[in-house]
């Protein structure tokens, strides 16, 4: 690790957006990539529709299928903090054990790892309903939804906690961006 720190890539470390679907994740870590570049930081986003068609494909919506996509992710990421990537995670990631899981692996690697809660009420992601999940799971053609007939898990104790239906995108990001550097991790 100091090996890498030494090359000038500077720290890296993962920054994981939990929340409802529709709740503005990708959207804010999207946000933060941008300011990110800008300052010439090297970042990545990781994300949930793209890992579960090009890493996890074949994966279901089971909480055994839920817990592998998350490790799976949770393990790229990692591996590319290590390397000095700030890695965006915008991915549900349902139970907290799995979350835990993720933070555990890079505390062993002394990798840096930041859980934020983008704590956007239901209601509201159901009228956003970016994906139309929403409208398909009230019309019965869909079950398995996260936060309606399927269980999520809040954090307890994030290291952020976003109200994205009361803040604009821009004020998110930078709230990210606050903690990042509050961490010392830029």
């Known amino acids: 690790m100091e090996e890498r720190e030494m090359s000038g890539t500077g720290r890296g470390a993962t920054v994981w957006l939990t929340g409802l679907p529709s709740a503005g994740k990708t959207t804010i870590a999207r946000a933060l990539e941008k300011r990110l570049r800008e300052q010439g930081r090297r970042t990545e986003v990781l994300d949930g529709d793209e890992i579960r068609e090009f890493l996890s494909a074949g994966l279901g919506f089971s909480r055994q299928d839920r817990d592998t996509n998350v490790r799976r992710i949770g393990f790229v990421a990692e591996l590319l903090a290590s390397h000095g990537v700030i890695v965006l995670v915008p991915v549900i990631a349902p139970y907290a054990a799995s979350r835990e899981a993720v933070r555990e692996r890079h505390a062993k690697n002394g990798t840096g790892y930041l859980e934020v809660h983008v704590a956007t009420p239901v209601e509201v992601c ?61």
Do not use: C, F, M
Request: aromatic share 4%; proline share 5%.
């Open 126 to 186: 159901s009228r956003r309903d970016v994906k139309g999940l929403y409208a398909k799971q009230a019309a019965g053609e869909l079950t398995g939804l996260t936060g309606v007939d399927d269980p999520y898990e809040a954090p307890a104790e994030p290291d952020l906690r976003i109200a994205a239906h009361e803040q604009g995108v821009e004020e998110s990001a930078a709230a990210l961006h606050a903690l990042l550097t509050g961490r010392g991790l830029l």
